[in-house]
């Protein structure tokens, strides 16, 4: 959407395709009361989020964006312990005095003296693992760091570079105002209004937007992307004759058919295709591959470098409050979710109608039996383990429960990552890759979604005006 966004204002004409029948992806959102939208999976900005922020500024919603004060909790051996601030690192009573010192020296060493990014290829030579039993010792790792690496990360968990844990260290603790005192922001009506604003601005610019529109392949002629073929579902169909398009080509008969194709927005010509200048996939790289087949084995070596974990969610409407903060990291492993994240105590119930909303997040591998259950199994799966949180929690406190998943949630990314990063321009001339795996150093998130489309349009940009195809970076 920010790509398209941004080459509208550069005066570039642009399509998009969007498989499912709403636009935001990870940041959409659903009704979890009439007329009240929530986000499928969590979400919220940093302090240094300024991409997302300057947008929605740009887009007039300034007065949206509102930053709060949050509390985050850890949950261990039956027992919740306050992460509010780094002095309460030293009341972390899980493990021994002495390794309590260690972890808040490394931590605020990795805050306030290794911020700058000139460090990046220090921490991401070695892994999160091996530096924080190096620096830390033992405990640290196998008591703190060791069970929310394998709750978030599972049979890979001592593989993930150090880099990762460095940037997560030194975006949260950022974005705190004062030593005690974190601040995370969140737009006032949920990101649904970001995304409204989005879709709004870029058929503005004459953009045509197809929602429930599955992309078939790539057309990709002497090594050039030349067009888009659609599948032949009645979802794709539907999307055409939302936008008064024709989904046949024009030696077709269409039923769908009302106006000469002349007069149509998209005109699928004679071979069945629709021609487009530049294509830009956005798709995680497993899907992209899907639909793109003539990619050399050297890049798709390249896309593959990066594993994906999925993201499995139960959204909670209670009666009444699970726990006092609003995020919960568990790390106790013998709990089949790795946090809670309890909306209603960072935005306040009010909002949703005085119901108390709760996230009960789980990343997985998808092939994992907790990816694969049911709804209702996974509910009666946890509910055991929402006890440990609330003694007093039972059942039909619990109105309403969502459950959504998402096998590319979370990008893993392996040593020296920068030196295997696929490049924004592929391959094939004209075809443009960019995915939540080339959002590097930094994690997934909408911020650097926002940045990454950004630097798709500058790119197709420059790439058009001069009529060549430049060095793959």
């Not at 990046?120 to 693992?129: G, P, R, V």
């Not at 953009?207 to 579902?233: F, M, P, Q, S």
């Not at 209702?376 to 998943?405: G, I, M, Q």
Request: charged share 25%.
């Amino acid at each position: 959407m920010t790509a398209a966004y941004e080459l509208g204002k550069l005066g570039h004409k642009t399509v998009i395709f969007e498989r499912m029948t709403e636009l935001g992806g990870l940041a959409s959102t659903f009704q979890v009361e009439p007329g009240v939208p929530l986000e499928r999976g969590y979400h919220h900005w940093f302090t240094s989020d300024t991409h997302v922020v300057a947008q929605m500024q740009e887009l007039g919603l300034g007065d949206r964006v509102q930053w709060i004060p949050s509390k985050t909790g850890w949950f261990e051996q039956g027992k919740i312990w306050s992460m509010v601030s780094p002095s309460d690192l030293l009341k972390l009573g899980t493990i021994p005095l002495i390794d309590r010192l260690r972890l808040g020296a490394a931590t605020a060493y990795l805050t306030y003296l290794q911020r700058d990014k000139k460090n990046l290829y220090k921490y991401e030579s070695i892994t999160a693992h091996d530096w924080w039993k190096k620096y830390t010792g033992d405990t640290v790792w196998d008591k703190v760091w060791g069970p929310m690496f394998r709750g978030k990360f599972g049979a890979r968990a001592d593989e993930v570079p150090m880099v990762w844990h460095w940037f997560k260290i030194v975006l949260r603790i950022g974005s705190r105002r004062g030593l005690n005192k974190e601040e995370l922001g969140y737009p006032r009506g949920s990101f649904q209004v970001l995304i409204d604003a989005l879709e709004k601005a870029i058929k503005q610019k004459g953009a045509i937007i197809l929602k429930g529109a599955t992309v078939k392949r790539v057309v990709v002629e002497n090594n050039v992307a030349c067009g888009i073929e659609l599948a032949e579902d009645e979802n794709t169909r539907a999307a055409f004759a939302r936008v008064g398009a024709i989904h046949e080509s024009p030696l077709q008969e269409s039923p769908l058919q009302e106006s000469p194709l002349q007069e149509s927005p998209l005109q699928m010509n004679e071979r069945g295709y629709i021609p487009f200048d530049r294509v830009y996939s956005s798709a995680p790289s497993f899907a992209t591959l899907k639909f793109v087949h003539e990619l050399p084995s050297d890049f798709v070596a390249k896309m593959n470098e990066a594993k994906y974990m999925g993201a499995v969610l139960i959204i909670l409407k209670l009666k009444q409050q699970m726990t006092p903060w609003y995020w919960l990291n568990i790390a106790d492993r013998s709990m089949p979710f790795v946090a809670t994240i309890e909306q209603t105590n960072f935005i306040p119930p009010e909002v949703y109608n005085n119901k108390r909303i709760m996230y009960v997040s789980n990343y997985l591998d998808a092939a994992s039996p907790y990816f694969q259950m049911s709804r209702e199994e996974l509910f009666n799966a946890y509910v055991p383990h929402l006890k440990k949180l609330n003694p007093n929690f039972t059942p039909d406190w619990v109105e309403e429960f969502w459950h959504f998943k998402e096998a590319a949630a979370q990008p893993v990314f392996p040593l020296r990552y920068s030196q295997k990063i696929p490049p924004l321009r592929t391959p094939i001339e004209n075809f443009y890759l960019g995915n939540t795996t080339q959002i590097y150093p930094e994690d997934r998130g909408t911020n650097y979604s926002v940045r990454l489309g950004q630097d798709i349009a500058r790119l197709i940009d420059a790439d058009t005006k001069s009529g060549g195809w430049g060095n793959n970076s």
